[in-house]
C-alpha cells in the first residue's frame, strides 16, 4: 500500500511540473485563447494521466487551474482592465504634475494611482497563484511609493520626486506584465 502510494504521489507530482513546464513554454503564445476545463482537486489519482478536453474537441493535458497564460482557464479580467485604464490617466496625471514642478499636489495624483491599484488584487481572481503573490507585494510598493512621492513632493524635492516616479512607473510595469497579453490596452 505504501509504495503504491508512493507511486501515486510522486507520478501526480511529476504530471504537475510537467504542466507547470508546458504551461509555462505556451506563456508567449498570445493567440491561444482556448479554454480548458480545471482538474478537479478532490479527486485522487489513480496512477492515469488526467485529461481535459477543450471546446475544440481536443485533449490536452490537465494542469490545475492554471492556463497556458498563467490565469485559471476561461478567467475574465475585464474589471481589472476597466480600473488599469484609470490607472493609466491617473499616472499620466501626476506626471503632468511633476512636470510642471507643481510638487505640493504630487500627493493628491499618486495617491489617486495607489487607491486604483489596490482596487486590483479583488478583480484579479483569475489569476495564477504565483502573479497573485506577486501583484500583491507590488501593490505594496506601490503603497510605499505614492507615501515617498507625497513626503519628496511635500518638501519640494524634484529630484527624489522623479527617482520615485521612475519606481512607481516599474512597479506598473511589473504589474501590467503579470496579466495575460492583450489584457490592457
Not at 76 to 98: H, M
Not at 124 to 150: E, I, P, Y
Request: net charge neutral.
Amino acid at each position: 500500500m505504501k509504495i503504491t502510494l508512493q507511486n501515486t504521489l510522486w507520478k501526480g507530482l511529476g504530471a504537475s511540473l510537467l504542466g507547470i513546464a508546458l504551461a509555462g513554454c505556451g506563456s508567449n503564445n498570445t493567440s491561444d485563447n482556448t479554454a480548458t476545463t480545471p482538474a478537479d482537486p478532490t479527486t485522487t489519482s489513480t496512477g492515469s494521466t488526467s485529461m481535459n478536453s477543450t471546446s475544440s474537441g481536443a485533449t490536452q493535458p490537465a494542469t490545475g487551474t492554471a492556463g497556458a497564460t498563467g490565469g485559471v482557464a476561461g478567467a475574465s479580467f475585464t474589471p481589472a482592465a476597466a480600473t488599469w485604464t484609470k490607472i493609466g490617466a491617473a499616472k499620466a496625471d501626476l506626471d503632468k504634475v511633476i512636470a510642471s514642478k507643481n510638487l505640493k499636489t504630487v500627493h493628491e495624483a499618486a495617491f489617486k494611482v495607489r487607491d486604483l491599484v489596490r482596487t486590483l488584487p479583488a478583480q484579479s481572481s483569475g489569476l495564477a497563484t504565483d502573479k497573485a503573490k506577486t501583484l500583491a507585494t507590488q501593490v505594496k510598493n506601490v503603497d510605499q511609493l505614492a507615501g515617498k512621492l507625497d513626503e519628496s513632493g511635500d518638501a519640494g524635492n524634484l529630484k527624489e520626486t522623479q527617482d520615485n516616479q521612475a519606481g512607481l512607473s516599474d512597479s506598473l510595469d511589473t504589474i501590467k506584465d503579470l496579466y495575460p497579453s492583450g489584457t490592457f490596452k
